[in-house]
């Protein structure tokens, strides 16, 4: 007999397991469903941590997000004896006209965070591992930092599990049928039926979706990170903050050495398009997965451009204005998506987990979620081409 849910969650990574832990936290009968066995490498969460800034470049939209995002990992933490955040502070420069900049000064302006806006001598008194060049501006929230994102995952994965949620790991998903009032989700192994589902499958987010003859226009990507030997007197993490650098030459984002690990820095603007299924994901197979990252700190960091300790790569899902998915299905209002977080979406995912959670139980969300429709004109397809892909330095 195949076992029905209330809720079935296609993808359990770092915005579908949250969603699995707050929907169990209320009671609700939930399976989790992962083609891999979460937290693994072939997402967007791997490579130990991300950052999370209060004052987001990417629009002001996001600051009311980001800061219940903050609130959720600050209770997760209470949770679990694993590192979930750690407070570094976290610096954003570039140019005075950097639109991204400018736009996390507002956001600290409008929302009244606690930040500084610093000038070129001002960030490299500061922290000498940095040398700004004149004519840069930055903004530091000593208040943001860095979350240990696998670390995440297992927490929410073992609380929704002691919550009374199921998990099904290395079971790729290989059909979806959508009923009127139900949906129905058939693995490689087995089938479940359930009364909503959610889909956040990542970068196999585009194929799930074209199956349901719902075309989007948003494109996984290769992205490589890398850990460079550095001097720990200058990067260790109890002294040098987080970055995120929008410069002439790209848009850059780093994390302190921990543990002497090294500085971890990765760019965010140049990705290569790929087919997730087939892909190459080792690091350092093109001479760009080095050189790029490599350049930057040669302007901007000297004293971390070592040797590599580390290299791995990631996989971001674009969508054309860099926006997320957050939204119900447009023909089937008990289906909701998350997708599209297009490379700065893991810091959010604690609070999306509990938009998700929201639209599935009560059918609306308290966060203002309008910027993130999935029918809005740029994930159109007959627009594919007419839009400018940022994300990808295009």
């Not at 209060?54 to 939209?61: D, F, Q, V």
């Not at 570039?94 to 639109?99: H, Q, R």
């Not at 736009?103 to 000498?128: M, Q, V």
């Not at 299905?329 to 998506?337: G, N």
Request: with cysteine; aromatic share 10%.
């Amino acid at each position: 007999m195949t076992k029905h849910y209330e809720v079935i969650v296609v993808g359990a990574g770092s915005m579908g397991m949250a969603a699995g832990y707050y929907l169990a936290e209320q009671g609700v009968r939930t399976l989790m469903i992962d083609a891999f066995d979460p937290p693994h490498e072939n997402g967007s969460h791997g490579g130990e941590t991300r950052l999370i800034r209060h004052a987001c470049g990417e629009g002001l939209e996001y600051v009311p997000l980001a800061l219940r995002a903050q609130e959720l990992w600050d209770d997760l933490q209470t949770k679990t004896n694993e590192r979930i955040f750690m407070k570094t502070g976290v610096v954003t420069f570039g140019p005075a006209e950097s639109l991204f900049v400018q736009t996390a000064i507002e956001g600290g302006h409008e929302y009244k965070l606690n930040f500084e806006t610093l000038s070129a001598d001002e960030i490299n008194a500061r922290w000498p591992g940095i040398t700004v060049p004149d004519g840069q501006v930055g903004c530091y929230e000593p208040d943001a930092g860095m979350l240990f994102s696998e670390n995440s995952i297992r927490t929410f994965r073992r609380l929704a599990l002691d919550k009374g949620a199921e998990l099904k790991v290395n079971s790729p998903v290989m059909n979806i049928d959508i009923h009127d009032d139900s949906v129905k989700v058939d693995t490689d192994k087995e089938s479940f039926i359930a009364d909503k589902l959610i889909i956040s499958g990542g970068a196999w987010n585009k194929k799930i979706l074209d199956d349901l003859d719902m075309k989007i226009n948003i494109q996984p990507s290769r992205q490589t990170i890398a850990w460079f030997d550095s001097d720990d007197t200058l990067y260790q993490a109890d002294s040098f903050p987080g970055f995120f650098a929008d410069v002439p030459t790209g848009v850059y984002y780093g994390f302190p050495s921990i543990d002497s690990g090294g500085l971890k820095i990765g760019r965010y603007d140049n990705g290569e398009d790929i087919d997730p299924a087939y892909y190459n994901k080792q690091f350092g197979t093109s001479k760009r997965d080095e050189a790029d990252i490599r350049g930057f700190l040669g302007e901007y960091m000297e004293a971390a451009n070592g040797s590599i300790n580390v290299g791995k790569t990631c996989l971001f899902t674009n969508t054309p204005d860099e926006n997320f998915i957050i939204d119900k299905h447009p023909q089937h209002d008990h289906v909701a998506i998350a997708g599209g977080f297009s490379g700065h979406g893991y810091k959010f995912s604690s609070a999306v987990g509990e938009v998700l959670s929201e639209l599935v139980t009560a059918g609306e969300t308290k966060q203002d979620i309008s910027l993130f429709k999935a029918t809005r004109q740029s994930l159109q397809p007959e627009n594919a081409g007419e839009v400018y892909f940022k994300a990808r330095g295009k």
